[in-house]
Structure formats: C-alpha cells, structure tokens
C-alpha cells in the first residue's frame, strides 16, 4: 500500500505562485506514474497534470497548461506542482495519486491523498 500526503497549499492572490508537494512512502515510489488532480467545490474532480515514474514524460490539462510544471525526486520520494500566474479558477483542493507502475499514458489512479486546499483571491 502506498500512502500520500499532500502540503503546500495556502491562501494566495491571482498571479502569484505556490508549490506542493505530494510526499510517498514504501520503497517503490520511482515506479510509479503519478498525477495530481483538483476539485472545486460544488463540481467534479478533474484531471490537472501526470509524469511518469522517471520524469521524463509529462502531460497537462489545458486550463493549466503553461502555468503549472509538474515534477518529481524520486531520491526523496516527492512529487511536485509548481503553480505560477495563478487565477481564481485555480481554487479547489489538490490531491496527488499513483497512475500505475511504469505505465505511460498513466493507468488506473488508485492510490490518493488526503489533499491540499489551494484558494486564489482575485
């Protein structure tokens, strides 16, 4: 079993920038596709960016293409969303998931945070 915790999210006003972090546990960490994802309140959960288990592949989703830049250090267990230019449409709590071991386009997300509220002020 995998766990994660999510931290980094706060208070911020639009344009400024925030990193989070999605911290795992367990030996296999690196041989995980991961993603985040992020849910606004009153709407469904949506898709925000994955990278695969080394790094080396990544994909977004539109709304935040450009803005956020997805990451990881599998030395520390950690995967990583740099948030900049945020914007109020932004707001919504952020959870980190596993998308399968060494799969690309990710698999099944079955693993989850607890997730990090993320609130943009205008």
């Known amino acids: 079993q995998v766990q994660l915790v999510e931290s980094g999210g706060g208070l911020v006003q639009a344009g400024d920038s925030l990193r989070l972090s999605c911290a795992a546990d367990?030996?296999?960490?690196?041989?995980?596709?991961m993603g985040w994802f992020r849910q606004a309140p009153g709407k469904e959960r949506e898709f925000v960016a994955a990278?695969?288990?080394?790094?080396?592949?990544?994909n977004y989703a539109d709304s935040v293409k450009g803005r956020f830049t997805i990451s990881r250090d599998n030395a520390k267990n950690t995967m990583y969303l740099q948030m900049n230019s945020l914007k109020p449409e932004d707001t919504a709590v952020y959870y980190c998931?596993?998308?399968?071991?060494?799969?690309?386009?990710?698999?099944?997300?079955?693993?989850w945070g607890q997730g990090t509220q993320v609130t943009v002020s205008s």
């Open positions: 998931a596993t998308g399968g071991r060494y799969r690309w386009p990710p698999s099944v997300y079955d693993h």
């Open positions: 990278i695969s288990w080394g790094g080396g592949s990544t």
């Open positions: 367990g030996r296999t960490f690196s041989s995980y596709t």
